[in-house]
């Protein structure tokens, strides 16, 4: 069965740590991994995208790693900012026909304290 | 132009009334999706709309009755609803229905049925 487990599932840190979120999936054939951030009652935005080939990508603060053996990522943020609270999203997307799908993870609510 | 747009952001009905939410994009993307999201859960796809043509039906109740009357505009009309229908409903765009092609979100409408 294709899913896509996140943990911890709830996370608080202080404001200038840095953290990471685990992602792992059994999703196959895997095409690709994203990671969205989700502010409360927004739509998700997308940060990082990685196929089978790429094992880190970066946007700014974000670091995402990809390890396709194991079948697990993780997204790392550093010198975290207040406005980094919000829910981070794995989403796997599987196969490359139109028939191909995409699993969401439950996602982690990351919270940052001043 | 990389955004998706929707309107209303919030909406309140009653379980007779009816209304519609609308979806616009204009980055010339051929597949469009609505999701539903409740709190603390990951979006869960309800239709996919391809090349105008609606492609992917998860089974969803025949209250809501999607339509896309051009390839930027998809609205989801809403009849007999049920408290248990609120949610942010969230629309999205991409390239075409294929999974790799990331998804562009719109910033989701809040419903809330009484």
């Known amino acids: 069965k294709n899913q896509v487990e996140q943990s911890p599932q709830s996370l608080i840190i202080l404001e200038g740590k840095n953290c990471t979120l685990q992602c792992n999936y059994t999703v196959s054939p895997f095409s690709n991994l994203r990671w969205y951030k989700q502010d409360t009652g927004r739509g998700p935005v997308s940060l990082t995208i990685?196929?089978?080939?790429?094992n880190t990508k970066s946007n700014g603060r974000y670091t995402a790693t990809l390890d396709a053996d194991t079948k697990q990522s993780s997204l790392h943020i550093t010198a975290s900012q207040l406005s980094d609270s919000a829910s981070y999203i794995c989403v796997v997307s599987s196969g490359y026909s139109s028939a191909s799908k995409i699993i969401f993870g439950s996602g982690t609510r990351l919270s940052i304290r001043p | 132009d990389t955004e998706v747009t929707q309107t209303p952001k919030h909406l309140v009905m009653g379980m007779t009334n009816k209304k519609s939410l609308k979806c616009e994009q204009h980055m010339g993307h051929r597949a469009m999706y609505w999701y539903k999201q409740k709190a603390k859960k990951p979006p869960e796809l309800m239709f996919v709309?391809?090349?105008?043509?609606?492609?992917i039906n998860e089974s969803v109740p025949s209250r809501f009755s999607p339509e896309c009357p051009n390839s930027s505009l998809l609205n989801l009309h809403l009849h007999a609803l049920q408290p248990e229908d609120s949610a942010l409903y969230l629309c999205?765009?991409?390239?075409?229905?294929?999974?790799?092609?990331?998804?562009?979100f719109g910033p989701g409408t809040r419903l809330t049925v009484l």
């Open positions: 990685m196929t089978f080939s790429e």
């Open positions: 709309y391809s090349y105008e043509k609606l492609s």
């Open positions: 999205a765009s991409s390239q075409e229905s294929i999974s790799y092609n990331e998804q562009f």
